[in-house]
């Protein structure tokens, strides 16, 4: 059974389709890599999968409360620290236990410092940090390496393996190679053609919080 499948979807931005004819499925225990260059779609379809906008055409059958989204901003709050951003997290999604968090994405010594006094890797440690503390089976990831150095990657990548050899699923957005045993699915093929607008008011304003990088769901 999968946790979440595509049928003939298109996604569209600012009213125009930018992918159509998408159909695949992700099951527990797989990861699925999207490839394709920049401004190809990859951001949009992500935010659909998460239930952020609506579909343009077809169908994205999932349980809207079994996906994490983490999109290019790290969306925490400057003004609490490492603990309290996470523990925020933990409260919002059902109380998971934030100790092996701390521990797996090396934030332990971190934990008092407020989260407006990190690095820019530390930020997108701790951000990334919060997937675990979701209990949410389906990880859904838009570039989550950005500003990390390469030990960091390697912790990002342990922790993706680990949620699903338990049993979860991960789709994500990445140009790098981060040693997964994957499915790699091109775009590009799919990019829509140009001949039909959609106006209305949901869709234009999913583009403007599109723009805004969306960071977490």
């Given at each position: 059974m999968s946790?979440?499948?595509v049928t003939d979807l298109a996604v569209s931005r600012g009213g125009l389709p930018v992918l159509e004819g998408l159909t695949f499925a992700v099951k527990a225990?797989?990861?699925l890599v999207l490839r394709g260059p920049n401004g190809a779609?990859?951001?949009?379809?992500?935010r659909t999968l998460a239930g952020l906008q609506p579909p343009f055409a077809g169908a994205v059958t999932s349980d809207p409360d079994a996906v994490a989204y983490a999109a290019h901003a790290d969306g925490l709050k400057a003004t609490l620290t490492v603990t309290e951003n996470l523990s925020f997290w933990s409260g919002v999604y059902g109380g998971g236990d934030i100790a092996p968090a701390l521990k797996h994405f090396n934030l332990e010594a971190l934990r008092d410092r407020p989260a407006g006094n990190?690095?820019?890797g530390q930020k997108?440690?701790?951000g990334l940090a919060r997937l675990m503390v979701t209990q949410r089976p389906i990880w859904v990831l838009d570039e989550p390496t950005v500003s990390l150095d390469k030990a960091s990657v390697a912790i990002f990548a342990e922790a993706v393996k680990e949620h699903v050899a338990k049993g979860g699923?991960?789709?994500?957005?990445?140009?790098?190679d981060l040693g997964f045993e994957e499915t790699v699915f091109d775009v590009t093929p799919f990019k829509a053609r140009h001949d039909v607008v959609r106006n209305d008011?949901?869709?234009?304003?999913?583009?403007?919080?599109?723009?805004?990088?969306?960071a977490f769901l």
């Amino acid at each position: 059974m999968s946790f979440i499948s595509v049928t003939d979807l298109a996604v569209s931005r600012g009213g125009l389709p930018v992918l159509e004819g998408l159909t695949f499925a992700v099951k527990a225990g797989e990861i699925l890599v999207l490839r394709g260059p920049n401004g190809a779609g990859k951001t949009t379809l992500l935010r659909t999968l998460a239930g952020l906008q609506p579909p343009f055409a077809g169908a994205v059958t999932s349980d809207p409360d079994a996906v994490a989204y983490a999109a290019h901003a790290d969306g925490l709050k400057a003004t609490l620290t490492v603990t309290e951003n996470l523990s925020f997290w933990s409260g919002v999604y059902g109380g998971g236990d934030i100790a092996p968090a701390l521990k797996h994405f090396n934030l332990e010594a971190l934990r008092d410092r407020p989260a407006g006094n990190l690095s820019a890797g530390q930020k997108r440690r701790l951000g990334l940090a919060r997937l675990m503390v979701t209990q949410r089976p389906i990880w859904v990831l838009d570039e989550p390496t950005v500003s990390l150095d390469k030990a960091s990657v390697a912790i990002f990548a342990e922790a993706v393996k680990e949620h699903v050899a338990k049993g979860g699923a991960a789709i994500i957005a990445t140009h790098i190679d981060l040693g997964f045993e994957e499915t790699v699915f091109d775009v590009t093929p799919f990019k829509a053609r140009h001949d039909v607008v959609r106006n209305d008011f949901d869709t234009s304003f999913d583009d403007f919080e599109d723009d805004k990088d969306g960071a977490f769901l």
